[in-house]
């Protein structure tokens, strides 16, 4: 079935990945935003055609409202848009009491800011009242909005807990112009960043608290996100919506 057009930011690696792989599979043709991996961005891009998709690697800074307004003007040029997954994102490790504003501005930038940015961009394309078809807005959150993060990253679970509340507040005020927006909240999910981040000993300590007893895979998140991007779940918006092996 052929879809619209549908941007991933933080596309070219990890969960962003999983995402665009699996969009192209349901047939959107999908715009793979990535910052600065052009080799993982071609990479996604080119498994994707390869499978006999439709895919399209476009760089920029999804925090910056100067660049998120040219990767949108990239994207329209595959057609109206239709979705955005908001996968932009990152963490850094620090103690509240030690931290900079800078540390601050870096986590609530690529966490909220780019999600921000991007969601405003889109609902000015996609909107009925202002001449769009409507569409579907997937914000990638976290379960540490509502754990509250490790000891180090406090920050990036308030920033995630903001997109919480923004999902909510955007779902109300653009679901009568024929936007749907939800969030998708992951837990432990095997990466290379995540991996990298927590370490094999400390990944061990958390997997152990987890029901399931493991990791999640990044196309399980994928799929979840696939249902929601989809019309299967067209009551659905403003919900956050777990996946987080039971933890």
């Given amino acids: 079935m052929s879809r619209g057009v549908l941007l991933v930011t933080g596309g070219g690696r990890g969960i962003g990945a999983a995402v ?8 959107w043709t999908v715009a793979v935003n990535y910052r600065s991996d052009d080799a993982s961005a071609k990479a996604v891009v080119d498994a994707i055609r390869a499978a006999g998709g439709a895919a399209e690697a476009i760089r920029g800074d999804a925090s910056d409202p100067a660049a998120v307004e ?18 932009a994102g990152g963490s850094a490790d620090f103690r509240i009491a030690d931290a900079t504003p800078a540390d601050y501005a870096r986590v609530v930038d690529s966490n909220l800011r780019s999600t921000v940015f991007c969601s405003a961009a889109a609902v000015r394309r996609m909107a009925t009242d202002r001449g769009g078809k409507g569409g579907v807005i997937v914000n990638i959150g976290s379960r540490a909005s509502v754990l509250g993060g490790q000891p180090g990253r406090v920050m990036y679970a308030a920033a995630k807990a903001a997109v919480d509340g923004f999902t909510i507040g ?23 960043s995540h991996e990298a981040r927590a370490g094999a000993e400390r990944l061990r300590q958390i997997t152990a ?39």
């Fill in 20 to 27: 665009a792989r699996a969009a192209a599979r349901d047939g």
């Fill in 209 to 247: 608290g987890i029901a399931l007893g493991r990791p999640g895979e990044p196309e399980e998140v994928a799929e979840l996100v696939c249902f929601l991007l989809s019309e299967k779940s067209g009551y659905m918006t403003g919900a956050l919506v777990d996946i987080g092996g039971g933890r």
């Fill in 170 to 192: 955007l779902a109300n005020e653009v679901g009568k112009a024929g936007i749907r927006v939800n969030c998708v909240r992951p837990g432990v999910i095997r990466t290379e």
């Fill in 70 to 87: 040219a990767i949108f003007q990239a994207a329209d040029r595959l057609g109206p848009l239709e979705g955005l997954v908001n996968n």
